[in-house]
């Protein structure tokens, strides 16, 4: 009898297995994305010292500020956001970890304006 997994379970097995191979330093830390139905949340992380350098959402600002994080407009403002407020920390390079997340739609929309605002992947 088949058992069916769910998709969260599935995409946290993807991102285990991308994790095995991947670390972050102080040089060239890990961009670690996570992704809910309504917003999206970056972090910069050192794993060596296992503390998060920088991160950046779109559930930050006020009330009147946002709207909705759930859209691609969302996610190429925190890819801004994060790529700033890397650049004045000193961090021109990172490694990209899209969490088990397919790369296309918000993630890519991050990566694309994050890269354009000064990041190296």
């Known amino acids: 009898m088949l058992t069916q997994v769910s998709k969260n379970a599935s995409r946290q097995r993807i991102h285990q297995r991308i994790r095995k191979k991947m670390m972050g330093t102080v040089e060239r830390p890990r961009l670690n994305i996570y992704r809910s139905l309504n917003h999206i949340y970056v972090q910069l992380v050192d794993d060596h010292e296992g503390k998060t350098l920088i991160s950046a959402s779109s559930a ?51 990566a694309d304006s994050a890269r354009e605002a000064g990041l190296e992947f």
């Open 60 to 110: 930050e600002g006020g009330k009147g500020e946002r709207k909705t994080g759930g859209n691609l407009a969302a996610a190429k403002e925190v890819g801004k956001k994060i790529a700033q407020r890397a650049k004045e920390k000193g961090i021109n390079k990172v490694v990209f970890d899209r969490g088990g997340y397919l790369y296309h739609g918000r993630i890519k929309a991050l």
